[in-house]
């Protein structure tokens, strides 16, 4: 998991926004927030990111170039 947390990180900016797009973001940046170590924020992004959430890591990514682990 900690590799799949490195190649997030060095990914592109192109890479990140394609993740933050609905229903990749849910499953990418879920499984990206449980290898940071935010179990239940991670799981619950899987639930609620795919739907609903995943605009924040957009904005996240747009404004900052990285997602937001706690939101």
Same mark, same amino acid.
């Given at each position: 998991?900690?590799?799949?947390?490195?190649?997030? =990180?060095?990914?592109?900016?192109?890479?990140? /926004?394609?993740?933050?797009?609905? *229903? /990749? =973001?849910? #499953?990418? $940046?879920?499984? $990206?927030?449980?290898?940071?170590?935010?179990?239940?924020?991670?799981? /619950?992004?899987?639930?609620?990111?795919?739907?609903?959430?995943?605009?924040? =890591?957009?904005?996240?990514? #747009? /404004?900052?170039?990285? *997602?937001? #682990?706690?939101?």
């Amino acid at each position: 998991m900690k590799e799949y947390v490195k190649a997030i =990180d060095k990914a592109s900016i192109l890479v990140k /926004l394609i993740l933050a797009l609905p *229903v /990749l =973001d849910g #499953i990418a $940046y879920g499984l $990206y927030r449980i290898g940071k170590g935010r179990i239940i924020i991670g799981i /619950l992004w899987i639930i609620i990111g795919i739907p609903l959430l995943w605009i924040v =890591d957009l904005i996240s990514v #747009i /404004l900052f170039g990285k *997602v937001t #682990i706690l939101v």
